[in-house]
C-alpha cells in the first residue's frame, strides 16, 4: 500500500526567488506511528507485517488532477511493500495495512491521505470525519477517492468519454470511481 500525505511549507524560504522547504513534522510523526505498530505486531503477536523498510519521501505537488500529490506544495510518499508468502500471510498485512491508514489518518485528519493510484488500495477502507465531536462515519475506498478527486474526476470523465467510450480501460474497481 502506497499513501501521499499533504506537508505544509515550512521554515525557511521566502516568495522572493527563494525555495520554501517542507515542514517534515509529519513526516516524522507518520514513521513513528508505523514504527510503533510495527514493534506492536512482531513483539505482541510474533509476525512480521513486511520485510523491507518502510519507504518515505518528500516530492513537490503535482498540477495533474487526478494525482495524490494535486494541490498542495509538498507531499509525502508512504509505501509499505510486503511480500505474501501464504493466504494467511497476505490477509494478516492487509489488516496491519488497514491499522496503518487508521493510525495515519488520526495524524492527519480524514481528508490527510489519498492511495497511490499504481498501488494497493482495493480493500481499504477510511474512517471519514469525526472532528469537533462529529460522528465518524467508516466508508469504502472508493467512495472516500470519488470524494477526494471529484473536481479531477469531472475533467478526466470529459477527457473518456471521447478516448474511451465503451470503457475499455477500466475495471470494476475503477469503475466505482469513476463512474460508467
Not at 506537508?7 to 517542507?22: D, E, F, H, R, T
Not at 492487509?94 to 490527510?112: D, F, K, N, P, V
Not at 469531472?154 to 475499455?168: L, Q, Y
Request: net charge neutral; proline share 5%.
Amino acid at each position: 500500500v502506497e499513501v501521499d500525505v499533504e506537508v505544509l511549507a515550512g521554515g525557511s524560504g521566502n516568495s522572493k526567488g527563494k525555495a520554501v522547504k517542507p515542514n517534515c513534522q509529519k513526516c516524522k510523526d507518520l514513521f513513528l506511528r508505523a514504527v510503533s505498530l510495527y514493534k506492536e505486531k512482531s513483539q505482541k503477536q510474533g509476525w512480521y507485517p513486511h520485510q523491507v523498510p518502510l519507504e518515505m519521501r518528500v516530492v513537490k505537488g503535482s498540477e495533474v488532477c487526478l494525482s495524490p500529490c494535486y494541490g498542495a506544495p509538498y507531499y509525502i510518499c508512504i509505501d509499505l511493500a510486503a511480500v505474501p508468502s501464504n493466504e494467511s500471510y497476505s490477509a494478516s498485512v492487509l489488516e496491519y495495512s488497514q491499522e496503518l491508514i487508521e493510525a495515519w489518518t488520526e495524524i492527519t485528519g480524514w481528508t490527510g491521505v489519498r492511495p497511490h493510484w499504481a498501488k494497493q488500495w482495493q480493500h481499504f477502507k477510511i474512517k471519514r470525519g469525526g472532528q469537533s465531536g462529529a460522528a465518524a462515519d467508516i466508508v469504502p475506498i472508493h467512495v472516500f477517492m470519488a470524494e477526494q478527486f471529484a473536481d479531477g474526476i469531472v475533467k478526466f470523465n470529459a477527457f473518456r468519454k471521447i478516448a474511451d467510450p465503451d470503457n475499455m480501460f477500466m475495471n470494476d474497481d475503477l469503475l466505482k470511481i469513476f463512474g460508467h
